[in-house]
């Protein structure tokens, strides 16, 4: 269970909020003991990354990015760490090169409205095509602003609402067909967004 | 799996049903033999309710509010239907007055989309603590033309759900929204939400920086360090170990 390997951490450091685990749980639980690469965003003291890969098994390909150049020092067998800007599209394209398309993507970097929505843009369409691509720390977004004012730019959360458009019926062939067609659900919690990748066949649903 | 109940009633499915069954494959199986209060809301047949008794097990008690077909005033065991209008919210406080609080609810009312939110604003709250509730048939409007691209303001409940995304966050930047206390997640599907319940303390919301000692311990060390460094400096400096008091004038 990775709410018992965070509990009895005694390697690097890990800093996480306790009701991410579930989530983890429920969304990387199929990946366990597969060939799969996980990208973190946001290396932090790097425990996270040891975590990840205690969790996912031998087969597990473990990269980190940060745009801090000492987070090269958790590098380990498994984990790799790449010194780059979130929001810069032809790094994150020369991390696709060298290690391929991640299955999974967390997003734990700058908590920057502007990096999230660039980052998001530009990766979610290269994650395979049962990925998880996700966000957390988005209550970080909302506290940027002042008190309850929600209007201040939040690009992110706008375009996620947007995106909830494309589950309704007629969302399917209209405005954002393309996302819907590859995206198996979408789904809210406490500062986490989690998108859930599919390939769907045009116009042609499961069937029996 | 719910799909192979359905292969044992023989029964036509369509299209349209079978893009909800890995939901509730996701969300229901937690419930599967226990006892569990299943609402559902909208027009359904009734041969559906038997399919969801023979699916959740002998403890379940499913309940069709609405408009059932094929219901001839004879009910079978562990099932009930009661007619009558599911935005009245005298109505609804009724059947909870009558048979309990609901574990689940699947509202599938919801072409009609205004049936949906009246429904969810006063039902969800009274959903038991780790309830599903689930509303299929999001529908914007009726897209005549495949070519037509405009989502016209999207649906109320849409709407709806486009606020509660906010409100999942509001305890962050000080705003009290009950929804939050109660809510672990929101989901979009094919043409469905679904709200995960849960009872939220302040226990479980909290970040957590671990190990919690060994951080604490090497903190100390680099502290002490720097203090050594910064003596060090100073003799360097001024060829004492210790300030002077006449550094600053």
Same mark, same amino acid.
């Given at each position: 269970?990775?709410?018992?390997?965070?509990?009895?951490?005694?390697?690097?450091?890990?800093?996480?909020?306790?009701?991410?685990?579930?989530?983890?749980?429920?969304?990387?639980?199929?990946?366990?003991?597969?060939?799969?690469?996980?990208?973190?965003?946001?290396?932090?003291?790097?425990?996270?990354?040891?975590?990840?890969?205690?969790?996912?098994?031998?087969?597990?390909?473990?990269?980190?990015?940060?745009?801090?150049?000492?987070?090269?020092?958790?590098?380990?067998?498994?984990?790799?760490?790449?010194?780059?800007?979130?929001?810069?599209?032809?790094?994150?394209?020369?991390?696709?090169?060298?290690?391929?398309?991640?299955?999974?993507?967390?997003?734990?970097?700058?908590?920057?409205?502007?990096?999230?929505?660039?980052?998001?843009?530009?990766?979610?369409?290269?994650?395979?095509?049962?990925?998880?691509?996700?966000?957390?720390?988005?209550?970080?977004?909302?506290?940027?602003?002042?008190?309850?004012?929600?209007?201040?730019?939040?690009?992110?959360?706008?375009?996620?609402?947007?995106?909830?458009?494309?589950?309704?019926?007629?969302?399917?062939?209209?405005?954002?067909?393309?996302?819907?067609?590859?995206?198996?659900?979408?789904?809210?919690?406490?500062?986490?967004?989690?998108?859930?990748?599919?390939?769907?066949?045009?116009?042609?649903?499961?069937?029996? | 799996?719910?799909?192979?109940?359905?292969?044992?009633?023989?029964?036509?499915?369509?299209?349209?049903?079978?893009?909800?069954?890995?939901?509730?494959?996701?969300?229901?199986?937690?419930?599967?033999?226990?006892?569990?209060?299943?609402?559902?809301?909208?027009?359904?047949?009734?041969?559906?309710?038997?399919?969801?008794?023979?699916?959740? #097990?002998?403890?379940?008690?499913?309940?069709?509010?609405?408009?059932?077909?094929?219901?001839?005033?004879?009910?079978?065991?562990?099932?009930?239907?009661?007619?009558?209008?599911?935005?009245?919210?005298?109505?609804?406080?009724?059947?909870?007055?009558?048979?309990?609080?609901?574990?689940?609810?699947?509202?599938?009312?919801?072409?009609?989309?205004?049936?949906?939110?009246?429904?969810?604003?006063?039902?969800?709250?009274?959903?038991?603590?780790?309830?599903?509730?689930?509303?299929? #048939?999001?529908?914007?409007?009726?897209?005549?033309?495949?070519?037509?691209?405009?989502?016209?303001?999207? !649906? !109320?409940?849409?709407?709806?759900?486009? #606020?509660?995304?906010?409100?999942?966050?509001?305890?962050?930047?000080?705003?009290?929204?009950?929804?939050?206390?109660?809510?672990? !997640?929101?989901?979009?599907?094919?043409?469905?939400?679904?709200?995960?319940?849960?009872?939220?303390?302040?226990?479980?919301?909290?970040?957590?920086?671990?190990?919690?000692?060994?951080?604490?311990?090497?903190?100390?060390?680099?502290?002490?360090?720097?203090?050594?460094?910064?003596?060090?400096?100073?003799?360097?400096?001024? #060829?004492?170990?210790?300030?002077?008091?006449?550094?600053?004038?």
């Amino acid at each position: 269970m990775l709410y018992h390997d965070f509990l009895t951490n005694d390697q690097r450091t890990i800093h996480k909020w306790l009701h991410y685990f579930p989530i983890y749980e429920k969304f990387f639980n199929k990946f366990i003991n597969n060939s799969v690469t996980l990208w973190e965003i946001g290396v932090f003291k790097g425990g996270s990354l040891q975590m990840w890969k205690r969790y996912l098994g031998p087969f597990a390909i473990i990269v980190g990015i940060d745009i801090d150049s000492r987070c090269k020092t958790v590098e380990e067998n498994q984990i790799h760490v790449r010194t780059g800007d979130q929001s810069d599209t032809k790094f994150l394209q020369s991390v696709i090169d060298e290690f391929g398309a991640p299955d999974i993507v967390i997003d734990d970097g700058s908590h920057r409205d502007k990096d999230i929505y660039t980052t998001f843009n530009f990766l979610y369409e290269k994650v395979s095509k049962n990925g998880i691509y996700l966000v957390e720390d988005l209550h970080a977004l909302y506290m940027d602003g002042t008190g309850n004012d929600l209007k201040d730019k939040m690009e992110f959360i706008d375009l996620c609402k947007e995106l909830t458009e494309c589950f309704s019926d007629c969302g399917h062939n209209g405005c954002r067909g393309r996302f819907f067609e590859m995206t198996y659900s979408m789904s809210f919690y406490d500062s986490v967004a989690v998108f859930q990748k599919a390939e769907r066949m045009k116009g042609k649903q499961g069937k029996i | 799996m719910f799909c192979e109940t359905l292969m044992v009633h023989e029964r036509e499915i369509t299209d349209k049903w079978m893009r909800y069954f890995t939901i509730y494959e996701e969300y229901l199986q937690k419930f599967k033999n226990q006892s569990v209060v299943l609402w559902l809301l909208g027009s359904v047949e009734y041969d559906i309710l038997r399919i969801w008794r023979k699916y959740l #097990g002998a403890l379940s008690v499913i309940v069709g509010i609405g408009d059932i077909h094929g219901y001839k005033n004879n009910e079978d065991d562990q099932i009930l239907v009661r007619v009558g209008d599911q935005t009245n919210a005298s109505f609804l406080q009724s059947l909870i007055d009558e048979i309990g609080l609901p574990d689940v609810i699947v509202d599938s009312s919801s072409r009609d989309s205004q049936d949906a939110s009246e429904t969810f604003n006063f039902l969800y709250e009274k959903v038991s603590k780790n309830g599903i509730y689930i509303v299929e #048939g999001l529908r914007t409007i009726e897209s005549q033309d495949e070519n037509d691209l405009k989502v016209e303001g999207g !649906s !109320s409940f849409l709407n709806l759900c486009k #606020g509660l995304i906010d409100a999942l966050n509001a305890r962050h930047y000080g705003a009290e929204i009950d929804f939050a206390d109660v809510t672990f !997640s929101m989901s979009f599907y094919d043409s469905a939400v679904v709200f995960q319940k849960v009872a939220w303390s302040s226990d479980s919301l909290k970040p957590i920086m671990l190990p919690a000692v060994n951080k604490r311990a090497v903190e100390e060390i680099i502290d002490f360090g720097n203090r050594v460094l910064s003596r060090f400096r100073l003799f360097w400096k001024t #060829g004492s170990f210790f300030r002077s008091g006449k550094e600053n004038g």
